[in-house]
């Protein structure tokens, strides 16, 4: 009873704040800081922010609660971060996916219904193959499939659309190849896809590095090449699939933080300087190490050029597998 | 494995780790029992605390817990007729049919004993074997997991105390429901209307209040029942050991089937104790008292959902696969305490992994007698009058529907569907295939569409793998089964 009575206080005290008036500068945080994160508690997206959120706590001196807002592939989180009063008492965790939902049709919002304040996490995706398979190389691979015929293949490590699927499809085209020279399985997130590729239900995966490490180390599966401009320092024996094909071409997941649109450039910078706080305690650091999490801090407009460019890249690779709407 | 055991005691046995486990089983009965609020939103609360614990106290928090919840889910199903969570909603007719026989004691004791008995079970094949048993659970593709989900379908067909025309009839409701949200495979929105809020689905915990709890509640006022002598719920343990003995068979039956599904990455807890009610029933020389007060039943169905809990670990430690909701965010703890999941870590830290499964047997032997003291606690509730519970029930299901994605959709969904129920209900069409639906007929419709796209649309790749094919000839059976008995009785009809 009494926890009942709590969490309608909590969610009352939620909503006041919510309708409250944008305020000024000097009065942040006024109140709790709310975070939305779009994925269920439990997820790596869900681990960061409660991470970050804990010690933002301390830095601010008020209340962060973490609410996890999932359904309808993110767009329901994203969209409440977004729709949010930008006074700066709402804050939220946007991923990669807020470049894709609007190209899949499932809603208008996009990477402009945001302040941007920091990106703070960037997963390259890799690809791998079972540990038993023929390929020994990225060029072994590519080989076998420029001989495949379409479909023969089939992938998994992602939703339809995901980002694990566009990494698979934005590789064979830039190899030149149609992207549906790979049949695409969907999966319920890296795992699943990772497991069924051990199982020997399909031929290769394309999940991010620490997503893969359990598998990897127990000699299930290798990565042949990880998809980002230099190589990983969790990973330095796996070569970029640039340096190891000649063909350009780089993805990953990335999550960072956002404010709803419209906030005070104040007020964002003050959130901002606090969470650049976060980001440089030791607590932080030695968490996203310890789960393989690359960590970087790009801020303001940096991050919007970031979010730009990634939208620009999601788009074009979604209309060649034919998933874009428009 | 033996210098692991010696080194792991002084890590479990300290007052430390007594103060936290009795801390978080308390938190773990409170949530287990309040209607709404589910076992997995335990362990997601309990998180960031755990970022400023010892590896081993950490994951000894969320065994405890999890473990709790899940037994204490049958207290508010046993006395109000409200499951706590999925697993309960198997024998809920059972539970509900012995309170009302004035034996809520004897069912309650059923529950703590069989749920402490499947929990033992499941943590020592967990201590003995589970590098080796992982490495077999990762045989099982989309292929098998159809069949394996479709054998958990058939379940509501044999599950049916009434009509089996009604029971399919509430499946396919069931299934209907399902369907609502995107489509998992092809991402395409089904049912919506356009609403955001549906393209997630319909959110599967306010669809199991509003289903069992509504209905529940709009007959209390409608029937204003007087007050139904309900026994004393404290006479959990007498007669309790001859039963027990009696059903070791199930005892045995249950703790195996839940400790295998529970191991399998795609299944958990809820399908473990549907298929083990089940595969009971099957067997049962008097299935024709199942939904209905059901003593063996019960037994074999309890073991299983807490077996399976543990059973869930196997992937997670050996190869960071969630088995279910509670381990995905186990698996995250994990790494975050350099615990990183894999067959390494059996050897590089082999006392630390032998201390945290000690710590599931210390769990699941803390259920008897906390599980008797929340018992004593929550009877209180029965000596209430029906109609004055109504209100704070009401409460109480409405803050988990809204809770579980904090919005108001939840609450919608539930009422909506609870009127549903009451209506089917009141016209003799059984819930619980319609639950059973809406909880596997995601996983049934994935795994098919997956494995046609695999097989290049061949119906003939669900039948190549060995695993598979045994599956598949399982189904069959059961399917067929029923057909040819009636086939049967029909001609001796005929010629007599």
């Not at chain 1, 698979?168 to 069924?196: K, N, Y």
């Not at chain 2, 929340?374 to 803050?399: D, H, N």
């Not at chain 2, 695999?454 to 669900?462: P, V």
């Amino acid at each position: 009873m009494k926890m009942t009575r709590q969490h309608f206080l909590a969610g009352l005290a939620a909503l006041m704040t919510s309708v409250a008036l944008p305020a000024a500068a000097a009065d942040w945080p006024d109140g709790p800081v709310t975070m939305i994160v779009p994925w269920g508690a439990g997820g790596g997206t869900d681990a960061t922010a409660r991470m970050i959120g804990s010690i933002l706590e301390e830095q601010i001196g008020v209340p962060v609660p973490v609410q996890n807002r999932t359904g309808g592939s993110g767009v329901i989180g994203h969209a409440g971060i977004a729709d949010a009063a930008p006074d700066g008492q709402t804050i939220g965790v946007a991923t990669l996916e807020i470049g894709t939902m609007h190209h899949l049709g499932l809603t208008e919002l996009d990477y402009t219904g945001y302040t941007p304040l920091g990106l703070y996490n960037a997963d390259p995706a890799a690809i791998f193959v079972q540990d038993k398979s023929d390929y020994a190389t990225i060029s072994d691979l590519l080989t076998a499939l420029n001989a495949a015929s379409d479909g023969e293949m089939k992938g998994s490590g992602s939703a339809q659309g995901g980002v694990n699927h566009l990494a698979l499809a934005g590789m064979l085209m830039a190899a030149g190849m149609p992207a549906s020279r790979v049949t695409w399985v969907p999966s319920e997130g890296a795992a699943p896809g990772l497991q069924d590729l051990a199982a020997g239900g399909v031929a290769v995966a394309t999940a991010s590095l620490p997503e893969a490490a359990a598998l990897m180390e127990a000699g299930l599966i290798r990565p042949l090449a990880v998809f980002s401009n230099d190589r990983l320092d969790i990973a330095p024996d796996v070569p970029t699939f640039t340096e190891a094909t000649g063909h350009e071409f780089a993805l990953g997941s990335w999550r960072g933080l956002v404010a709803p649109a419209g906030l005070d450039p104040a007020v964002a910078d003050k959130i901002t300087a606090a969470l650049g706080a976060v980001v440089s305690d030791p607590r932080y650091t030695e968490f996203m190490a310890q789960r393989g999490y690359a960590m970087q801090w790009t801020t303001g407009a940096d991050f919007e050029a970031f979010m730009t460019a990634s939208d620009d890249r999601l788009g074009e690779t979604l209309k060649a597998v034919g998933l874009a709407s428009e | 494995m033996f210098e692991n055991l010696m080194a792991a005691l002084p890590l479990v046995f300290t007052w430390h780790m007594a103060l936290i486990m009795l801390a978080c089983a308390t938190f773990g009965l409170f949530v287990g029992a309040v209607p709404g609020l589910s076992a997995t939103m335990a362990t997601a609360m309990l998180v960031p605390i755990t970022f400023f614990m010892d590896p081993v106290p950490a994951i000894a928090a969320i065994v405890t817990t999890a473990a709790m919840a899940i037994f204490a889910s049958d207290i508010p199903a046993a006395l109000v007729r409200i499951p706590g969570t999925a697993a309960s909603a198997a024998y809920i007719n059972d539970l509900d049919a012995m309170t009302r026989q004035g034996k809520v004691g004897r069912a309650l004791g059923i529950s703590v004993t069989a749920s402490a008995i499947g929990g033992i079970f499941g943590s020592l094949v967990l201590m003995v074997a589970a590098p080796q048993l992982a490495i077999v659970s990762l045989n099982f593709t989309s292929f098998e997991y159809f069949w394996l989900a479709l054998l958990g379908l058939s379940a509501a067909v044999m599950l049916g105390s009434g009509s089996i025309l009604k029971s399919l009839m509430a499946l396919l409701f069931g299934l209907m429901i399902a369907s609502i949200g995107m489509d998992t495979t092809a991402g395409f929105p089904r049912f919506t209307f356009g609403s955001t809020t549906l393209l997630g689905g319909v959110a599967f915990v306010p669809a199991l209040i509003g289903m069992f709890a509504i209905p529940e509640l709009i007959r209390t006022l409608v029937n204003r029942d007087p007050v139904v002598p309900v026994g004393n719920p404290l006479r959990m343990f007498a007669g309790l050991g001859g039963l027990l003995w009696r059903s070791k068979t199930n005892l045995a039956r249950g703790s195996t089937i839940g400790t295998i599904i529970g191991i399998l990455p795609g299944a958990g807890s809820d399908i473990g104790s549907w298929i083990s009610y089940a595969v009971s029933k099957r067997f049962s020389r008097t299935p024709e008292k199942y939904g209905k007060g059901s003593e063996t039943g019960l037994v074999e169905a309890c073991a299983a959902n807490n077996s399976a809990l543990s059973g869930a670990y196997v992937p997670a430690m050996v190869f960071g696969i969630p088995g279910d909701s509670i381990t995905a965010i186990v698996i995250g703890v994990l790494y975050v305490k350099g615990l990183n999941p894999g067959p390494m870590v059996f050897l590089t830290s082999g006392d630390q992994i032998m201390a945290i499964f000690l710590t599931f047997l210390i769990a699941n032997i803390m259920i008897v007698p906390l599980g008797l003291l929340a018992v004593a606690l929550a009877s209180q509730v029965l000596r209430v009058p029906k109609l004055a519970l109504a209100a704070p029930i009401l409460c109480f299901c409405i803050v988990g529907a809204y809770s579980i994605d904090s919005a108001a959709s939840g609450v919608v969904i539930m009422l909506v569907l609870g009127l549903f129920a009451y209506l089917m209900e009141e016209n003799g069409f059984p819930v619980a295939p319609a639950i059973l639906g809406i909880v596997m007929g995601l996983l049934v419709e994935r795994n098919f569409v997956t494995s046609l796209i695999k097989a290049d649309s061949s119906l003939l790749g669900f039948f190549e793998r060995p695993i598979a094919a045994g599956l598949a000839v399982l189904v069959l059976i059961v399917w067929i089964t029923p057909v040819m008995l009636w086939l049967r009785g029909r001609r001796t009809e005929v010629r007599t």
